[in-house]
């Protein structure tokens, strides 16, 4: 059982590069979420995805866009980025008709912009 | 704003101990899910153990546990006869928002001592 795949799972980019996030889920869940992880701050949201063709921001969507690009697909993009976007990139997916069992996560993304 | 707040940034217990960890939040759903995550070093979010707020039983996961009081609005997680396993980061993570997105604490970093 795949669950949620991120590529890459590591990434040094320069101040201005561009760069997508990618994610799949093979559990049918209808939303998918990109979170980040910095010390000290927990799991912020950055967007979501409540269903197929809607995307929606979170608490941190500045310097960030997404594409659901299927039910599976949930990518972030980051057009230039900038050294405050360091950290680790978190995608997330749920069955919104299964709200107990959670989420399931990939296994992180790690960015850093130099 | 809707809040979760961890108050034991970092912790440490001996192997074999009773440890718990602290969180309160506030949301205005009446029913809703609540959910401990755990971050070991792999970087890997796992889900330990979750509570219906509609219960009034605390939910039960093997050696985890939790005790919450709905009106406080407290969700406190106790690990019996720590592991060295159990060494990791712990989120808390209620809901937020009519959507039910999960908002994380800030976490707690559990050290188990052999």
């Known amino acids: 059982n795949a669950g949620v795949t991120q590529t890459p799972k590591f990434q040094v980019l320069k101040t201005g590069q561009s760069m997508t996030l990618q994610c799949a889920q093979d559990?049918?869940?209808?939303?998918m979420y990109w979170y980040r992880q910095d010390p000290g701050m927990g799991l912020r949201l950055i967007y979501y995805s409540a269903s197929e063709g809607t995307t929606d921001k979170g608490e941190v969507p500045n310097g960030y866009n997404v594409s659901r690009l299927n039910k599976r697909e949930f990518s972030l993009r980051l057009e230039s980025a900038a050294p405050s976007q360091t950290s680790v990139y978190f995608c997330?997916?749920?069955?919104?008709?299964?709200?107990?069992?959670?989420?399931?996560f990939g296994s992180g993304t790690r960015l850093t912009v130099v | 704003a809707q809040t979760v707040t961890q108050s034991q940034p970092e912790m440490s217990v001996q192997e074999a101990e009773t440890v718990t960890l602290s969180c309160t939040y506030d949301t205005s759903e009446n029913n809703y899910y609540l959910f401990w995550y755990k971050q070991p070093p792999s970087r890997q979010m796992i889900l330990v153990i979750r509570?219906?707020?509609?219960?009034?039983q605390n939910a039960t996961e093997n050696r985890f546990s939790v005790n919450f009081q709905k009106a406080a609005k407290s969700f406190s997680l106790k690990i019996s006869d720590s592991q060295l396993g159990d060494t990791a980061m712990y989120f808390c993570?209620?809901?937020?928002?009519?959507?039910?997105?999960?908002?994380f604490g800030k976490g707690t970093k559990l050290s188990v001592k052999p």
């Open positions: 993570a209620p809901p937020i928002g009519s959507q039910g997105n999960l908002i």
């Open positions: 509570q219906e707020a509609y219960k009034q």
């Open positions: 997330a997916s749920s069955d919104a008709d299964r709200v107990g069992d959670g989420y399931t």
């Open positions: 559990m049918n869940h209808n939303s």
